[in-house]
């Protein structure tokens, strides 16, 4: 809380693409999530693509 938007939404989107070690999925949704709240202007875009990545892979591993 409090925190500098761009800064959550740098660190959101590193962890998030495996930039950072270790990978922290978790983390980087609760970094652009709050990011997001907090009016970045393209947190939420990132949010999407995070979900339709995870959607994909959860249909790819039920279907193998």
Same mark, same amino acid.
């Given at each position: 809380k409090g925190g500098? $938007?761009?800064a959550l939404?740098? @660190?959101g989107a590193l962890h998030g *693409?495996? @930039?950072a070690s270790p990978m922290d999925v978790a983390? *980087?949704?609760d970094c652009l999530y709050k990011a997001a709240e907090a009016g970045h202007?393209? *947190?939420n875009e990132l949010l999407v693509k995070f979900r339709d !990545? $995870?959607?994909k892979a959860?249909? !790819?591993s039920y279907l193998n």
């Open positions: 500098h $938007v761009s939404f740098n @660190l *693409a495996g @930039l983390f *980087a949704i202007p393209k *947190a !990545a $995870v959607n959860n249909e !790819a």
